[in-house]
């Protein structure tokens, strides 16, 4: 699934080469322990949808169209980046979260099969990555793309920013949370 996605354009073939990947690690997380799935399986879930809300919220359906919603609104970019490499399970977002856990579990049984988890989730990684930056060095004068978007989709919706926050803080939320229980 991981190395499907490194030359798409579009933001929902990118999404599904990705969770491929995601539902490898879930199988796998079902082998191990249920808790771990269900925590993997919660964390993933939440984390598509703060990102499919966005998505369509301000419809956008291919890169192009992400680069130039990006260009238009910071606080939106920044969240919809930090959900993306979140998704990806950068560490210390949220989404590495139950990657780490399966890891742990699994370091001394099966180290071939982490390795190759762990290699392809780096190939998803990259091509999140790669969105990132690319948004992030892209301006409107050089996209040929014209969208057409509604004015009201520039509010700051309260479930857009409630989800992204705890997508991007999740892992320091659940720190403390472990510390003082």
């Known amino acids: 699934g991981s190395i499907g996605g490194l030359n798409q354009i579009s933001l929902r073939k990118i999404l599904a080469y990705s969770s491929i990947n995601h539902i490898g690690w879930m199988l796998t997380s079902f082998i191990i ?9 919660l964390i993933y879930s939440f984390i598509s949808l703060s990102i499919i809300i966005m998505f369509n919220k301000f419809n956008i359906f291919m890169l192009n169209q992400l680069f130039m919603m990006m260009n238009n609104s910071y606080i939106i970019k920044y969240f919809m980046l930090m959900n993306l490499l979140s998704l990806g399970g950068l560490p210390p977002f949220l989404g590495f979260l139950p990657k780490w856990m399966i890891i742990q579990n699994l370091s001394l049984n099966n ?13 998803t990684l990259f091509f999140y990555l790669r969105i990132s930056y690319s948004s992030l060095m892209i301006n409107n004068n050089e996209l ?31 720190t403390i949370f472990i510390n003082f229980y």
């Open 144 to 174: 040929n793309f014209l969208m057409i978007m509604n004015k009201n989709n520039y509010n700051n919706n309260m479930l857009i920013n409630m989800l992204s926050f705890i997508s991007i803080n999740g892992m320091i939320l659940y």
């Open 111 to 123: 180290f071939l099969l982490i390795t190759f988890m762990i290699m392809m989730t780096l190939i």
């Open 33 to 41: 322990n249920e808790i771990i799935w269900i925590i993997y399986f």
